[in-house]
Structures are given as C-alpha cells and as structure tokens.
C-alpha cells in the first residue's frame, strides 16, 4: 500500500466548490523533493503531508507546499488537513485538534453550523502589522485608478504567519475588473515582506454576507486564502473597518473562476493583541492512495 490520499474542498458550502487541496499521508518517509514534485503533479494551490501523528493528544505534524514551494502555513490547507485528521486518522469526532506545522502549534475547533454541518474554526496567530503603501503606487499594478481604493483605510502588510498586502477597494465593480501586471508587482514586492494581495470591497453578491475579495498572483487566482482572510480580520479590527473592536462576518471568494467559496471570520482586540479566528466548511471528494 503506497501513501493515503484524500482530495477535499475547504471553504465550500457544498462540494466542488471552495479551494481544492490533497492532502498525503506520509506512512513512507517522503522527501521535500518528493513532496514538491507531487504537489506540481496535482497542480492545486497546495498540497499538504501529514507526517507524524500523537493521536492520544490529537497532534499532527504537517507540511505544506504550493506547486513552487512550501509555506510556513496556509488557512485552506490547515482545516482540510484537520479534517481529514479527524475523520480519516482519529475516525472519530473531536472537539478540537492541533495541527504542528513550521509556523508552530495550530488549534482547530469543530463546530457544528446552522445547516448541520461540521464549521471548522482556526485560531491564527495574533497579526503583525508592517509597511503601508500609496494608492497612486498599487493601484496601476491592478489595473485600477487609485480613486478605486478606499482611501479611508491603509494598504498595509499584515501577517498571521504569512505576509499579505491588505487593498481596501470602494466598489464590487473595481475589484471585478482587477488585471494583475505580475511582473510590476514582483519588482515592487522585491524588497517588502508581502509578496501576494488581497484585494476587498463591502459588496458582495450573496444577501447575508458582508465582504467580497480576491487573492490574484502571478500564476493563479485563489479561490479561498484562509491566511490572507486571517490577516484580513485583524487588519478590519484594527482598523475599525465595521466601526467596533470586534467581527464576525462572511467573506465572499472565488467566484470570477468558478470556485464560489464562503469563509468565516472572527476576531476582537483583547489587551494590546488581536485574536483571529478564520472558519469555514469542508466537503470530501475523493479517497485513494498514491501508487
């Protein structure tokens, strides 16, 4: 029997929606090269490998990669790989497990939402807070004028394990139109912490949720950026986006490439930090093994 291998669908309210990821477990001592190589097979954004396991204390040691490299963490890849961790491994229901992975200790609640499915929720670590840019700077990278940016609120570099610029557009429209210069932007991004976007507006489509964003790079749109939304709940808070020190909202993604994904945010300024909660739905699609 080679390595288990399970093909789930995080952030998704139903299946084949939300951000596709394989998740491996790794029973036979797989190399990074090895790991690398496969997740460039799959082509997701992300694969990720379960390579250590304390069932007793519900730990799991992990890695993730991206077609080009691994990360030190992602959101999608750590509640589809929790899912499969309780469901596949555990085989049974838990209130929570810890994922281990090179950004440290990650905790995952399990919650049971409204429709009776399972809500699993990720506690990030507390935002950092960097550099803020000028509209007049990022906009022409996108395509956008910087009178499209809501100039109310900063573009500014947060990280909850991975670094983001945060975009605050005014309109559905402006966001729906953005065209990444890739090149422009990596030049620009050479010397700054974040090297991806998050670009948002306060209109989404779907009645009952309160934000619409995007995550563009130079090789592909994301459907569901769990770490990017992460960073983004601390950046609403901080800022006081929603005029309060606390959210708990719906974020619209994926939709302009057929991915439609819905992610749950939670976060409130506690003392001098801010506590991030990111959340979504996961749907299992495939079980095999890697031959």
Same mark, same amino acid.
């Given at each position: 029997?080679?390595?288990?291998? $399970?093909?789930?669908?995080?952030?998704?309210? %139903?299946?084949?929606?939300?951000?596709?990821?394989?998740?491996?477990?790794?029973?036979? =001592? @797989?190399?990074?090269?090895?790991?690398?190589?496969?997740?460039?097979?799959?082509?997701?954004?992300?694969?990720?490998?379960?390579?250590?396991?304390? %069932?007793?204390?519900?730990? $799991?040691?992990?890695?993730?990669?991206?077609?080009?490299?691994?990360?030190?963490?992602?959101? /999608?890849?750590?509640?589809?790989?929790?899912?499969?961790?309780?469901?596949?491994?555990?085989?049974?229901?838990?209130?929570?497990?810890?994922?281990?992975?090179?950004?440290?200790?990650?905790?995952?609640? #399990?919650?049971? %939402?409204?429709?009776?499915?399972?809500?699993?929720?990720?506690?990030?670590?507390?935002?950092? #807070? =960097?550099?803020? /840019?000028?509209?007049?700077?990022?906009?022409?990278?996108?395509?956008?004028?910087?009178?499209?940016?809501?100039?109310?609120?900063?573009?500014?570099?947060?990280?909850?394990?991975?670094? $983001?610029?945060?975009?605050?557009?005014?309109?559905?429209?402006?966001?729906?139109?953005?065209?990444?210069? %890739?090149?422009?932007?990596?030049?620009?991004?050479?010397?700054?912490?974040?090297?991806?976007?998050?670009? #948002?507006?306060?209109?989404?489509?779907?009645?009952?949720?309160?934000?619409?964003?995007?995550?563009?790079?130079? @090789?592909?749109?994301?459907?569901?950026?769990?770490?990017?939304? =992460?960073?983004?709940? !601390?950046?609403?808070?901080?800022?006081?986006? #929603?005029?309060?020190?606390?959210?708990?909202?719906?974020?619209?993604?994926?939709?302009?490439? !057929?991915?439609?994904?819905?992610?749950?945010?939670?976060?409130?300024?506690?003392?001098?930090?801010?506590?991030?909660?990111? !959340? =979504?739905?996961?749907?299992?699609?495939?079980?095999?093994?890697?031959?």
């Amino acid at each position: 029997m080679g390595n288990a291998l $399970f093909i789930v669908d995080v952030f998704a309210e %139903a299946k084949l929606e939300g951000n596709q990821l394989a998740v491996v477990v790794d029973k036979e =001592g @797989w190399s990074t090269e090895q790991m690398q190589k496969f997740t460039k097979e799959m082509n997701f954004s992300e694969s990720t490998f379960i390579t250590a396991s304390d %069932a007793e204390k519900r730990v $799991f040691k992990m890695r993730i990669f991206t077609p080009v490299g691994e990360l030190p963490f992602a959101g /999608h890849p750590t509640l589809g790989t929790a899912y499969v961790a309780a469901k596949e491994l555990l085989k049974k229901d838990v209130p929570d497990l810890t994922l281990d992975m090179k950004a440290g200790l990650i905790p995952v609640a #399990f919650q049971k %939402a409204p429709d009776g499915k399972q809500l699993l929720w990720m506690k990030q670590l507390n935002p950092e #807070f =960097g550099a803020t /840019h000028k509209a007049e700077d990022i906009a022409p990278m996108f395509g956008l004028k910087a009178s499209d940016i809501d100039t109310r609120f900063p573009i500014q570099e947060v990280s909850t394990g991975v670094w $983001f610029y945060i975009i605050p557009l005014k309109k559905r429209e402006a966001l729906k139109r953005i065209k990444l210069d %890739a090149e422009a932007f990596k030049r620009y991004s050479a010397d700054n912490k974040a090297k991806w976007p998050l670009l #948002f507006c306060p209109e989404p489509e779907a009645k009952g949720n309160h934000l619409k964003a995007r995550m563009v790079t130079d @090789w592909t749109e994301d459907p569901a950026t769990g770490s990017a939304n =992460g960073c983004l709940a !601390g950046y609403l808070v901080k800022h006081r986006y #929603f005029g309060t020190p606390q959210i708990d909202i719906r974020v619209e993604q994926g939709a302009e490439i !057929g991915r439609p994904s819905i992610l749950y945010l939670r976060a409130e300024e506690v003392k001098n930090s801010i506590d991030v909660r990111v !959340g =979504g739905k996961v749907a299992m699609v495939a079980r095999g093994e890697v031959a």
